[in-house]
């Protein structure tokens, strides 16, 4: 490949930005990659910057999942264990023993999703 400034020079590195071929003299390590000199510079940086974002967000929705796990499953055992209390003194407490166990499979889902996130990082 060669550079698109200097034909007939080979290209060393290809921009961030515009996916040109570019030569060592045509060539700006913005980090994360490189950019044309003096005219993608700005643009690659602010496509590193998306994608750190995008990485922050990913470990902010993971931890939101696993709140939201804890939250459920606590819900879903004081709910589920009512029922099985209220069954031991002799009550209709089946029905509460099944939506405290919906709750819990619900929380394994936040769990299992917030892993999910996590392992996207």
Not at 103 to 108: C, H, K, Q, R
Request: proline share 1%.
């Amino acid at each position: 490949m060669k550079c698109f400034y200097h034909p007939a020079v080979d290209a060393v590195a290809i921009c961030k930005n515009c996916n040109k071929g570019l030569c060592v003299e045509c060539a700006k390590d913005v980090g994360n990659g490189m950019a044309c000199i003096g005219r993608c510079e700005a643009e690659a940086a602010a496509v590193n910057e998306a994608i750190q974002r995008g990485k922050k967000s990913f470990e902010k929705a993971a931890n939101t999942y696993f709140k939201m796990a804890l939250w459920v499953a606590l819900l879903g055992g004081c709910i589920t264990a009512g029922g099985v209390i209220t069954s031991a003194k002799g009550g209709k407490g089946g029905g509460s023993i099944l939506i405290g166990l919906i709750f819990l499979l619900g929380a394994a889902f936040y769990y299992s999703s917030g892993r999910e996130y996590r392992s996207r990082d």
